[in-house]
């Protein structure tokens, strides 16, 4: 397996990255960036079945204020993909849609509520009727936090579907096994 860069010719070190792989080959990177003025933005790139870059690499949210970061991605039913990142001033995880091509399906959208502080890995999942489930977990270095994973489903686009719920959970490990040949 040969290697390939992902971020084309930004200025920054990259970070964290993630992909999301559409059933013909097709796939998105998404990873922070940090800028020279030390905020993270979070970045993502298109690529063809090849592995070859179909555009450039594009800023994934609207505010650059903060820093955005821990990003992560999930493919819809549609070839399209939404993109979830962690948010440091308003202590909040975002979600944003994009078509195949990587043009915004609208504005990003707040998934967190506003009581909830410090976030980490925003993970989101598409079901086959294109509803995604966002799971997050509160930063446990934050002193006002519990330590509950949080979850919410997004129905299409910037759409609420259903309300934020806590789960108490206890440590999961997962192992993955990948094996590729020529």
């Keep these: 397996v ?3 860069a992902t971020q084309g010719y930004l200025d920054g070190d990259e970070a964290f990255p993630a992909v999301a792989l559409q059933n ?17 933005d979070v970045f993502a790139r298109l690529f063809g079945a090849s592995a070859n870059a179909t555009g450039d690499s594009f800023l994934v949210h609207q505010s650059t204020e903060a820093d ?8 819809d039913n549609n ?12 202590d909040a995880v975002f979600a944003r849609w ?19 502080r410090g976030h980490i890995q925003a993970n989101p999942a598409v079901s086959l009727n294109g509803d995604v489930v966002v799971v997050w977990r509160p930063n446990a270095a934050s ?10 489903i997004l129905s299409g686009p910037l759409t609420v579907f259903a309300g934020e719920t806590a789960r108490k959970v206890g440590t999961c490990s997962v192992t993955w096994s990948l094996n590729l040949t020529n």
């Design 2 to 4: 040969q290697a390939f």
């Design 24 to 40: 013909d080959g097709r796939f998105m990177v998404v990873w922070d960036l940090l800028r020279p003025d030390d905020k993270f």
């Design 79 to 90: 070839g399209g993909f939404v993109v979830t990142w962690c948010e440091s001033n308003a």
């Design 143 to 152: 002193p006002d936090t519990d330590r509950d994973i949080r979850a919410r």
């Design 98 to 116: 994009f078509d195949a091509t990587g043009r915004p399906l609208g504005d990003e959208l707040r998934v967190s509520e506003p009581r909830d």
């Design 68 to 75: 955005e970061g821990l990003p992560n991605v999930a493919v």
